[in-house]
Nanobody, 124 residues
Framework: QVQLVESGGGLVQAGDSLTLSCAAS????????MGWFRQAPGKEREFVGI???????YYADSVKGRVTISRDNAKNTVFLQMNSLNLEDTAVYYC??????????????????WGQGTQVTVSS
C-alpha cells in the first residue's frame, strides 16, 4: 500500500514557475514509476509526465520543455517543476504510482495509487 500526498499548488501569475511535491508513504518507493497527471475543469484527466523507476523520464508534448520531473528516493518524494506557466496549466495536479505500464505510462489505468491532488491556478 502506498499513500501519496501532493503539495505546492497555489495561485500564480502567467510566466511564473512552480514546483509541486508528492510525498509517498509505504515501502519500496524506488520500484514505482511516478507519474503526474492534471485535470482542468470540464476536461478529462491528462498525462503530464512520468519518472520511471529506472530513471527515464517522459513528458506530454503539451508540456515538454517547460516541466521537469525529478525524484528523491531517499525521501520518498517526486517533484514536478513547471516553468513559464500559462492559463492552460490551470488544473488539479495529481501524482500517481505504478509498476506495470503495459497499458502505456500515459494511461491512468496503469497507476495503482493516486494522491488527492493539488490545485494550480494561473492568472493573467
Amino acid at each position: 500500500q502506498v499513500q501519496l500526498v501532493e503539495s505546492g499548488g497555489g495561485l500564480v501569475q502567467a510566466g511564473d514557475s512552480l514546483t509541486l511535491s508528492c510525498a509517498a508513504s509505504g515501502r519500496s518507493f524506488s520500484r514505482y514509476g511516478m507519474g503526474w497527471f492534471r485535470q482542468a475543469p470540464g476536461k478529462e484527466r491528462e498525462f503530464v509526465g512520468i519518472k520511471r523507476s529506472g530513471g527515464s523520464t517522459y513528458y506530454a508534448d503539451s508540456v515538454k520543455g517547460r516541466v521537469t520531473i525529478s525524484r528523491d528516493n531517499a525521501k520518498n518524494t517526486v517533484f514536478l517543476q513547471m516553468n513559464s506557466l500559462n492559463l492552460e496549466d490551470t488544473a488539479v495536479y495529481y501524482c500517481a504510482a505504478g509498476t506495470n505500464f503495459y497499458l502505456g505510462y500515459q494511461n491512468s489505468r496503469s497507476y495503482d495509487y493516486w494522491g488527492q491532488g493539488t490545485q494550480v491556478t494561473v492568472s493573467s
